[in-house]
């Protein structure tokens, strides 16, 4: 018997032992059969359940700008590289796009990194991308940038795994906070309580434009343009004269997908009240400069090193109450393992270029710090500590966990009006 005579229940069972969910996309290749099989709800179920119940590993890594992998755990290079090729083929740039934000194995791609202009949504492994409506403000400079989901297209409703729930109709945000204008200054060190901002709503098809207040002023050079999503809300850190900043906004508590308007005006400008900021400030030492975030066992976690006395902190964002996002301001408390002094060995006192890398996506108790092109792994926990790469050149060091679930996440598709507005006017596959 031929493998396409069977019944559609048994070619189920068949394909949904197909080893990972990059394999099954694969298969929609073979025959339109398949390709109506495997996308209907009750296989994805079906491949979820039984990858559940072998509690198959989630694979997580990290990313650069480039879409380089720090570590080869998943050799994302044959599929990056291939996808970025072909957009950039596709939409006609003049340069290969650079990875400004991730959420799950979606990442963020803009056409340039210092003129974001052009967004892009995609995912490598099935090769699936949309072009956004390009942004109502050019700007020419690094942009603050974050993309989000409310949700992950799939959750287990009991650790069992007998209940699956797909969330298809999961919604996705990108925000961008621009430069200031002089109007919202606050004085000479060009610290802002306001801000504008646009927020692009798949819901929409529209980026939204409003100005966006802080119940402490900012200034928008010491804050770092890469962006980590935790619990529905975005966060950027920052510094300050004697203070460690985190910069949260929940883009999904705005007013661009309804009819309300909770605004006032400031100068011209609409100051959106539902959707505000919220600031963590921690006081530390003037020479502490905290540019290293990430999400570690269900926290935002952060850390510094101190060059004078070889020495790593490690913070971990703490809520006072519930109303923190009410209220817009937190507290940021030193945890447990928060103290790491490194060794002559490990850190010679010659040493030339030091830089915070980033957390281990699959082990909250790993650094990875970069010191004269070595690559160092700290363990905070159990203060050890070794060299896993030697004598690697490393063109940036901004990272970003990139996560490849049981199934991958489906590229969310725009309003068809919107389709007419984006670069490049339709989404591939």
Request: with cysteine; net charge negative.
């Amino acid at each position: 018997m031929d493998i396409h005579d069977l019944p559609e229940l048994v070619l189920v069972e068949i394909l949904c032992r197909v080893p990972c969910g990059k394999f099954i996309f694969q298969c929609k290749c073979v025959c339109k059969r398949w390709l109506t099989l495997i996308s209907a709800p009750y296989f994805i179920d079906r491949f979820l359940r039984l990858q559940s119940h072998r509690k198959t590993p989630t694979v997580r890594t990290l990313i650069s700008r480039n879409a380089e992998e720090l570590f080869n755990r998943v050799s994302l290079s044959e599929v990056f590289t291939p996808m970025l090729k072909r957009l950039e083929s596709f939409d006609h740039l003049e340069t290969e796009p650079v990875v400004v934000g991730a959420y799950n194995d979606l990442i963020l791609c803009c056409d340039s990194l210092f003129d974001q202009h052009n967004y892009y949504i995609c995912n490598p492994y099935t090769m699936q991308w949309v072009a956004l409506p390009p942004t109502p403000t050019r700007c020419y400079d690094i942009v603050r940038v974050g993309f989000i989901c409310d949700s992950p297209y799939y959750e287990e409703d009991d650790p069992d795994g007998h209940v699956i729930q797909l969330n298809a109709k999961f919604r996705c945000k990108v925000v961008r906070i621009l430069p200031p204008d002089r109007q919202f200054v606050f004085d000479h060190d060009e610290y802002c309580f306001n801000f504008n901002v646009e927020i692009f709503s798949f819901e929409t098809g529209k980026w939204s434009e409003l100005v966006v207040s802080s119940p402490r002023g900012i200034s928008y050079d010491y804050l770092d343009a890469m962006a980590f999503s935790y619990n529905g809300v975005l966060y950027w850190s920052g510094h300050d004269y004697g203070y460690f900043l985190v910069l949260g906004l929940d883009p999904f508590n705005d007013n661009s997908s309804t009819s309300t308007n909770s605004g006032s005006s400031n100068g011209g400008h609409i100051i959106d009240h539902k959707c505000r900021f919220v600031v963590f400030a921690m006081p530390v030492a003037d020479h502490f400069v905290v540019e290293c975030l990430g999400v570690c066992g269900g926290l935002l976690r952060m850390c510094d090193f101190d060059t004078d006395t070889k020495t790593l902190f490690v913070w971990d964002l703490k809520r006072q109450d519930h109303d923190y996002m009410v209220k817009g301001a937190g507290e940021l408390c030193l945890s447990k393992h928060n103290v790491y002094s490194f060794d002559q060995d490990m850190y010679p006192d010659d040493a030339r270029v030091v830089e915070r890398l980033s957390f281990d996506p699959n082990n909250d108790d790993i650094f990875y710090l970069y010191v004269d092109a070595d690559v160092i792994m700290c363990n905070i926990c159990t203060r050890k500590w070794s060299k896993i790469v030697e004598k690697r050149k490393l063109n940036n060091f901004y990272f970003f966990p990139f996560v490849l679930p049981w199934w991958p996440t489906p590229v969310p598709s725009l309003p068809r009006h919107a389709h007419q507005l984006a670069h490049g006017g339709e989404t591939s596959s």
